[in-house]
């Protein structure tokens, strides 16, 4: 199957600092790309949608100058958290599909744990 | 707005024994897939099944089989001969066939899994 990569699994940042979490396509090519949030023992929150060589589609309520997402290539896509602080410590999710369409489902990165201390 | 709910936050089931998970989803899209994807500790999200809205038969995969009833938008999953490898949360999720291909999960269901 299709494989997307997430890195780092997990990060440890000082609060004010900036992370940034790339999320790759390593097999295949995505025009597109999901960003998730998970927070703890609840399910995953569509962020914002990633698109390939423009502006990313942010959902309601999500800060897109904290959040801020590049897709510059077929196959990468990065979400920088900004001015970290406390509150945006939880799990962020990518996933990414096939451009050609072969697949209907998503594939999922492994996730990475962000704890902003 | 499409919604996706799972009214059972946990389950337990004996090993070899058979359990099902529900899911409801609200839409007035005709054309649509449905997922059914687990994550277990690691958080490695892991599709399970898969439902497109169009095909009547129920989606099977090995032990794993749904019960798709779209007139009454129900998605339930059956999980026989449990093992203890199925202990896991279970994402219950929808995506429309086209333009927002986004998905919209349900809030899970920790399935136990007693040997």
């Known amino acids: 199957g299709a494989v997307v990569s997430q890195h780092p699994s997990w990060v440890i940042c000082k609060s004010g600092t900036s992370v940034k979490i790339e999320c790759r396509s390593l097999d295949f090519q995505a025009t597109t790309m999901f960003w998730y949030r998970q927070f703890p023992k609840q399910s995953l929150m569509l962020m914002a949608t990633s698109n390939e060589g423009s502006k990313a589609t942010y959902e309601q309520g999500v800060e897109k100058d904290k959040f801020l997402i590049n897709h510059a290539s077929l196959t990468l896509s990065t979400l920088t958290v900004t001015s970290a602080h406390p509150e945006d410590s939880s799990f962020y999710i990518c996933?990414?599909?096939?451009?050609?369409?072969?697949?209907?489902?998503?594939?999922f990165g492994q996730g990475t744990r962000l704890t902003v201390v | 707005a499409q919604t996706v709910t799972q009214s059972q936050p946990e389950m337990s089931v004996q090993e070899a024994e058979t359990v099902t998970l529900s899911c409801t989803y609200d839409t007035s899209e005709s054309d649509y897939y449905l997922f059914w994807y687990k994550q277990p500790p690691s958080r490695q999200m892991i599709l399970v099944i898969r439902?497109?809205?169009?095909?009547?038969q129920n989606a099977t995969e090995n032990r794993f089989s749904v019960n798709f009833q779209k007139a009454a938008k129900s998605f339930s999953l059956k999980i026989s001969d449990s093992q203890l490898g199925d202990a896991a949360m279970y994402f219950c999720a929808y995506r429309k066939d086209t333009g927002r291909r986004a998905l919209t999960f349900g809030s899970g269901t920790r399935l136990q899994v007693q040997p």
């Open positions: 439902q497109e809205a169009y095909k009547q």
């Open positions: 996933s990414a599909r096939d451009a050609q369409g072969l697949s209907p489902e998503a594939f």
